[in-house]
Antibody, heavy 125, light 105 residues
Framework: EVQLVQSGAEVKKPGESLKISCKGS????????IGWVRQMPGKGLEWMGI????????RYSPSFQGQVTISADKSISTAYLQWSSLKASDTAMYYC??????????????????WGQGTLVTVSS | DIQLTQSPSFLSASVGDRVTITCRAS??????LAWYQQKPGKAPKLLIY???TLQSGVPSRFSGSGSGTEFTLTISSLQPEDFATYYC???????FGQGTKLEIK
């Protein structure tokens, strides 16, 4: 069974750093890209970026470039989303999701077919 | 950048109704479009990918159509569990539409 399990809720102060995680299981972690999605309270879905755990190739949405860092450790099938200095406006639910499939050096564009349960990040002084 | 416009933003309907949600892209995106359903407090769920392919396990009352710039998600006969928010997503840039909240009339 494919599963993406995210780390637990976080409460942080402005200016603090944070790294949240997304652990994949039940499939070949290095065969699919992983995406991150933000959902601010009461708002819609925003794509943040994606990473290919096979070689850590990473793409960012222009809206999030420079604001967050996406990384992965394929040895433990885990992707990460991190902030160096949180702001109150980073308060949101963050989801990871599995996306594009890669095989034999080619990647095939896909939808976000499996999602993590979400990590709620609250930034407040 | 390609923009996605989803309409309507809110939709009120009754159990048994047929409803259609539209997603328009500012440029042609072939069939690179997906639809998701999200219920309060839950992660989104993939319904349709490649514009018209039903994800495994999704009831057949859901269908998707379109290509190029105009796409639709249709629910043929609304069930109580279908009241949720629906999002389209363009799969070239991963951009999401603004969402359509489907409420019980």
């Amino acid at each position: 069974e494919v599963q993406l399990v995210q780390s637990g809720a976080e409460v942080k102060k402005p200016g603090e750093s944070l790294k949240i995680s997304c652990k994949g299981s039940g499939y070949s972690f290095t065969s699919y890209w992983i995406g991150w999605v933000r959902q601010m309270p009461g708002k819609g879905l925003e794509w943040m970026g994606i990473i290919y755990p096979g070689d850590s190739d990473t793409r960012y949405s222009p809206s999030f470039q420079g604001q967050v860092t996406i990384s992965a450790d394929k040895s433990i099938s885990t992707a990460y989303l991190q902030w160096s200095s949180l702001k109150a406006s980073d308060t949101a639910m963050y989801y990871c999701a599995r996306t594009d499939y890669c095989s034999g050096g080619s990647c095939y564009r896909g939808a976000f077919d499996y999602w993590g349960q979400g990590t709620l990040v609250t930034v407040s002084s | 950048d390609i923009q996605l416009t989803q309409s309507p933003s809110f939709l009120s309907a009754s159990v048994g109704d047929r409803v259609t949600i539209t997603c328009r892209a500012s440029q042609g995106i072939s069939s690179y479009l997906a639809w998701y359903q999200q219920k309060p407090g839950k992660a989104p769920k993939l319904l349709i990918y490649a514009a018209s392919t039903l994800q495994s396990g999704v009831p057949s009352r859901f269908s998707g159509s379109g290509s190029g710039t105009e796409f639709t998600l249709t629910i043929s006969s609304l069930q109580p569990e279908d009241f949720a928010t629906y999002y389209c997503q363009q799969l070239n840039s991963y951009l999401f539409g603004q969402g359509t909240k489907l409420e019980i009339k």
